[in-house]
Nanobody, 127 residues
Protein backbone atom coordinates (compact mmCIF):
# COMPACT_ATOMS: atom_id res chain seq x y z
CA UNK A 1 0.00 0.00 0.00
CA UNK A 2 1.44 3.32 -1.10
CA UNK A 3 0.47 6.61 0.50
CA UNK A 4 0.91 9.84 -1.41
CA UNK A 5 0.83 13.35 0.00
CA UNK A 6 0.94 16.47 -2.17
CA UNK A 7 2.16 19.85 -1.03
CA UNK A 8 3.10 23.18 -2.53
CA UNK A 9 -0.22 24.35 -3.89
CA UNK A 10 -1.56 27.82 -3.34
CA UNK A 11 -2.33 31.10 -5.02
CA UNK A 12 -0.14 32.53 -7.76
CA UNK A 13 -0.42 35.33 -10.25
CA UNK A 14 -0.47 34.56 -13.94
CA UNK A 15 3.03 34.29 -15.33
CA UNK A 16 4.54 33.21 -12.03
CA UNK A 17 5.71 29.79 -10.90
CA UNK A 18 4.80 27.14 -8.34
CA UNK A 19 6.37 23.80 -7.57
CA UNK A 20 4.30 20.91 -6.28
CA UNK A 21 5.77 18.02 -4.35
CA UNK A 22 4.38 14.57 -3.73
CA UNK A 23 5.94 12.43 -1.02
CA UNK A 24 5.40 8.68 -1.21
CA UNK A 25 5.56 6.15 1.58
CA UNK A 26 4.70 2.52 2.15
CA UNK A 27 6.16 0.98 -0.97
CA UNK A 28 9.24 0.77 -3.17
CA UNK A 29 9.11 4.11 -4.91
CA UNK A 30 11.23 3.03 -7.88
CA UNK A 31 8.65 0.33 -8.73
CA UNK A 32 6.14 3.01 -9.73
CA UNK A 33 5.69 5.41 -12.59
CA UNK A 34 4.32 8.67 -11.25
CA UNK A 35 1.80 11.04 -12.73
CA UNK A 36 0.19 14.37 -12.07
CA UNK A 37 -3.44 15.00 -12.90
CA UNK A 38 -5.70 17.96 -12.30
CA UNK A 39 -9.40 18.44 -11.92
CA UNK A 40 -11.81 21.34 -11.89
CA UNK A 41 -15.37 21.09 -10.57
CA UNK A 42 -17.71 19.37 -12.97
CA UNK A 43 -14.94 18.02 -15.20
CA UNK A 44 -13.08 14.74 -15.46
CA UNK A 45 -9.64 14.36 -14.02
CA UNK A 46 -7.16 15.55 -16.64
CA UNK A 47 -3.70 14.15 -17.32
CA UNK A 48 -0.88 16.64 -16.82
CA UNK A 49 2.45 14.80 -16.80
CA UNK A 50 4.08 11.42 -16.21
CA UNK A 51 7.53 10.20 -15.34
CA UNK A 52 8.76 6.63 -15.54
CA UNK A 53 10.46 4.90 -12.63
CA UNK A 54 13.90 5.59 -14.07
CA UNK A 55 13.04 9.29 -14.69
CA UNK A 56 13.17 9.02 -18.46
CA UNK A 57 11.17 9.41 -20.58
CA UNK A 58 8.63 11.98 -19.46
CA UNK A 59 5.30 12.82 -21.05
CA UNK A 60 3.16 15.95 -20.91
CA UNK A 61 -0.27 17.13 -21.88
CA UNK A 62 -0.18 19.57 -24.79
CA UNK A 63 -1.62 22.29 -22.56
CA UNK A 64 1.39 22.28 -20.24
CA UNK A 65 4.27 21.15 -22.45
CA UNK A 66 7.22 23.56 -22.32
CA UNK A 67 5.78 25.23 -19.18
CA UNK A 68 5.66 22.36 -16.68
CA UNK A 69 8.44 19.95 -15.73
CA UNK A 70 7.98 16.68 -13.89
CA UNK A 71 10.90 15.15 -12.03
CA UNK A 72 11.52 12.65 -9.30
CA UNK A 73 14.07 11.93 -6.60
CA UNK A 74 14.00 8.21 -5.86
CA UNK A 75 16.28 8.69 -2.85
CA UNK A 76 13.66 11.00 -1.30
CA UNK A 77 10.61 9.08 -2.57
CA UNK A 78 9.32 12.32 -4.00
CA UNK A 79 7.98 13.49 -7.34
CA UNK A 80 7.80 17.15 -8.31
CA UNK A 81 5.87 19.28 -10.73
CA UNK A 82 7.50 22.59 -11.54
CA UNK A 83 4.91 24.88 -13.06
CA UNK A 84 6.14 27.97 -14.89
CA UNK A 85 4.34 30.73 -16.76
CA UNK A 86 1.15 29.85 -15.00
CA UNK A 87 -2.17 30.71 -16.61
CA UNK A 88 -5.62 31.16 -15.05
CA UNK A 89 -6.73 28.01 -16.86
CA UNK A 90 -4.18 26.05 -14.81
CA UNK A 91 -6.42 26.59 -11.78
CA UNK A 92 -7.44 23.17 -10.47
CA UNK A 93 -6.91 20.62 -7.76
CA UNK A 94 -3.71 18.79 -8.60
CA UNK A 95 -3.30 15.12 -7.75
CA UNK A 96 -0.27 12.90 -7.86
CA UNK A 97 -0.70 9.25 -8.61
CA UNK A 98 1.39 6.08 -8.69
CA UNK A 99 1.14 3.23 -11.16
CA UNK A 100 2.93 -0.10 -10.93
CA UNK A 101 5.71 -0.28 -13.53
CA UNK A 102 5.76 -4.08 -13.23
CA UNK A 103 2.32 -4.33 -14.82
CA UNK A 104 3.64 -3.21 -18.22
CA UNK A 105 0.99 -0.51 -18.63
CA UNK A 106 1.29 1.30 -21.94
CA UNK A 107 -1.23 4.15 -21.72
CA UNK A 108 -0.04 6.08 -18.70
CA UNK A 109 -2.13 9.14 -19.54
CA UNK A 110 -5.27 7.42 -18.32
CA UNK A 111 -6.31 7.85 -14.71
CA UNK A 112 -7.30 4.19 -14.60
CA UNK A 113 -3.66 3.19 -15.16
CA UNK A 114 -2.81 4.44 -11.67
CA UNK A 115 -3.39 2.52 -8.47
CA UNK A 116 -2.66 5.04 -5.76
CA UNK A 117 -3.72 8.67 -5.45
CA UNK A 118 -3.02 11.56 -3.15
CA UNK A 119 -5.67 13.80 -1.64
CA UNK A 120 -4.89 16.68 -3.96
CA UNK A 121 -3.64 20.23 -3.55
CA UNK A 122 -5.39 23.35 -4.80
CA UNK A 123 -3.65 25.62 -7.28
CA UNK A 124 -5.31 28.93 -8.05
CA UNK A 125 -3.91 31.27 -10.68
CA UNK A 126 -5.19 34.83 -10.75
CA UNK A 127 -5.15 36.98 -13.84
Amino acid sequence: QVQLEESGGGLAQAGRSLTLSCAASGGTFSDYFMGWFRQVPGAEREFVARIRSSSAPTMYADSVRCRFTISRDNAKNTVYLEMNRLKPEDTAVYYCAAGDSRRGIVNTARATSYTYWGQGTQVTVSS
